[in-house]
């Protein structure tokens, strides 16, 4: 396996924004850094599980892509249209943003998010079953992969906490630039 090319596209699917990125910077903003931990973790832990479902079921999932990806548009798309009303609406109350800010929302939001879904469908097959099948080279690869996306949530919980004083300055812009972002995204998703 060429591990340089491994490690970049992981570094890139995970590290560039997306909507789960979107709202744990969303969530450092309004509700704080210990909060976002919580949508954090899930994220992880779904990220994860999410990977492990790919690798089980990789071949039987290639055979039913087209399915699954429409589902997976209008599920997705809808979702991220609902924290983006959330998002921008959070100016007026943090009830809203407190919604986000959780676990399970955090562990659903990769079941529902196109692009983590896509990564685990090409990155186990691409860079994995080609080069190793064994039960070992999968767990470790999951392990490194998770590590990758929880590295890649923590950046931005710490990029919210560092510029927060200056992301609470221009409240108004940062939640509409974020809730646009989201929308951005849903519209992506059929392009």
């Known amino acids: ?108 939001m990769q079941f529902l998010n196109p692009k983590v879904v896509l990564f685990a469908l090409t990155v186990i097959p691409t860079f994995i079953v080609p080069n190793d099948r064994s039960s070992t080279a999968m767990a470790i690869s999951i392990m490194v992969i998770t590590g990758i996306g929880f590295l890649a949530f923590m950046t931005w919980v710490l990029f919210g906490t560092i510029f927060k004083a200056f992301l609470e300055k221009y409240n108004k812009t940062f939640k509409a630039l974020m809730a646009l972002s989201l929308v951005y995204a849903a519209a992506m998703i059929w392009m």
């Open 1 to 108: 396996m060429d591990i340089t090319s491994f490690l970049i596209y992981c570094f890139i699917a995970t590290f560039t924004p997306g909507p789960t990125n979107i709202v744990i910077l969303s969530t450092v903003h309004n509700l704080g850094a210990k909060r976002a931990m919580r949508y954090t973790y899930g994220a992880t832990i779904g990220f994860g599980f999410l990977l492990v479902v790919s690798a089980m079921l990789n071949t039987m999932l290639i055979t039913v892509i087209p399915k699954i990806i429409i589902v997976m548009q209008i599920i997705g798309s809808g979702y991220m249209l609902y924290l983006s009303y959330l998002i921008y609406k959070g100016s007026s109350s943090n009830s809203a943003a407190d919604q986000t800010a959780t676990f399970l929302s955090g562990l659903l």
